[in-house]
Every structure is written in structure tokens, then in C-alpha cells.
């Protein structure tokens, strides 16, 4: 059964790949992203201003001097754009669709140790209603999760092996998460103490420091960020439309 299962995924594949290919009309999320990695290989500044775009949405929001999400997932959509034009933004959904279900089979496969459990997952997540969705968008979400799935395997992955790179492969995963979308941040509360656990069992407890050295690029970020932006107020008024 599991060339059936990997049957199934290529054909729902080519089938994504169809779709996202032969799309006409975009979600407003979409050309933001697009507009901005336009902006972004022209080495143009990182914001809507001087878009016409812009002016089909709240200013009070968008109409800043640094776009609120950092330019990871912009900048992927960039280089996409550069080397295949506009084939490119259309690609990069599908492409990523692929390599989230090659995680997850790792990730489980990891886990579990069993190909038969790992082929299970392969086939539940290629027909995942959310994914399906995803798979056919330009979505920060996809490449977010991917990330953070990621540095959760390599914290597996060291577990098992006791490689030190494996803890900062993981943390440069989440901070690549974090640095694509801010929610994943909420994924340290579980990630850090499990991996405390795992260094205290095996008495490495003073290499965790590996595992926040990519986090620089975190605080470059938030300087860079509140440089343009200096009051809490911008974050308030891009979550909460109707604050003052």
C-alpha cells in the first residue's frame, strides 16, 4: 500500500500544481506578499508606500515605514519571482506543499520508527483540508510551519543521536519561524523545556546556549523593526483595526 499512498500524493501534487499554475484571481494577503517582494528585488524599501495597492487598503495599518511581518517568507517569494517571473510566485505554494509532507513523514518516521505509521501520516497530511488550501496560496503559514516542525525534529533528532549541531539547527529553525510569522514564538514554552529535559538526562544541560545562538538574528530584526517604528501603538492598530 504505500506506493498506493505515494501514488495519491503525486496525484494530488499535480494537481495542486495545476490549480496554483492556472489561478486567475488573488487574495488580498497574496499581493501583499507579491507587491512587496517586487519591491524588495529592486532593493526598494520594505513597505506599500508609493503602491497602488495601497490605496485599496487601511492606511491607518498599512501605510507604514516598514511592513509589520519580517521579509523571510518575502524574500523566498523574491527569489522565486527573479529566476521564473510571475510562474514563480505560482510555484512556490506547491513546492512548499511537497516539502511540509516530506517533514512530517521525517518527523514521524523519527518518532515512531516505523515506515508503515510514517506512510499513515503521509497520506492524512496530503489530504488535509487546511493544506489542500494552503498548497494553492502565496501563505506565510505553510513556510512557518514547515520551519517549526523542523526545529522540532532536529530536537528529536538529537535525542536520539546527541549531536550538538542538532540543538542549533533547531533553534535557527524556530528563529526562521518566528522571523516568518510572530506566533510561533509561543512554541518556545514547549520546545525549551523539552529540550532542558533532554540535555538534564543527559547531563549536556550547559550546551542549551546552542540553541539560542541563532536568536541574534531575532534581535537584529527587532531593532531594525523599532527603529521605523517606535511605539506599541503600530502593533495595536495592525492586530486591532479599531484602536486609537
Known amino acids: 500500500y504505500r506506493r498506493l499512498i505515494l501514488s495519491a500524493f503525486l496525484v494530488v501534487f499535480f494537481a495542486v500544481l495545476l490549480v496554483s499554475v492556472f489561478r486567475t484571481s488573488f487574495e488580498g494577503d497574496e499581493l501583499i506578499y507579491r507587491t512587496l517582494a517586487i519591491k524588495l528585488e529592486n532593493f526598494q524599501n ?40 510571475e510562474l514563480g510566485f505560482k510555484l512556490v505554494a506547491p513546492l512548499l506543499f511537497i516539502v511540509f509532507c516530506f517533514v512530517i513523514y521525517k518527523t514521524v518516521y523519527l518518532l515512531t520508527e516505523s515506515k508503515n505509521i510514517a506512510y499513515k501520516s503521509l497520506l492524512i497530511s496530503t489530504f488535509s483540508p487546511m493544506l489542500l488550501f494552503l498548497s494553492v496560496r502565496s501563505s506565510m503559514d505553510l513556510f512557518m510551519s514547515i520551519a517549526a516542525l523542523t526545529s522540532f525534529y532536529f530536537i528529536v533528532k538529537f535525542k ?72 506599541f501603538s503600530f502593533f495595536l492598530q495592525y492586530q486591532f483595526p479599531n484602536y486609537k
Open 46 to 85: 520594505y513597505n506599500l508606500k508609493d503602491t497602488q495597492l495601497l490605496n485599496t487598503l487601511p492606511k491607518q495599518i498599512y501605510d507604514t515605514e516598514i511592513f509589520f511581518y519580517p521579509p523571510t517568507f518575502i524574500s523566498i517569494l523574491s527569489l522565486f519571482h527573479i529566476f521564473l517571473g
Open 160 to 231: 536520539k543521536e546527541e549531536k550538538k549541531i542538532f540543538i542549533c539547527l533547531s533553534g535557527l529553525f524556530i528563529v526562521i519561524a518566528i522571523l516568518t510569522k510572530y506566533i510561533p514564538v509561543i512554541l518556545l514554552l514547549f520546545y525549551v523545556p523539552l529540550l532542558l529535559e533532554i540535555l538534564y538526562k543527559k547531563k549536556m544541560l550547559k550546551n542549551i546556549y546552542l540553541f539560542f545562538i541563532p536568536f541574534f538574528l531575532l534581535i537584529l530584526w527587532g531593532v531594525y523593526f523599532l527603529s521605523f517604528n517606535q511605539s
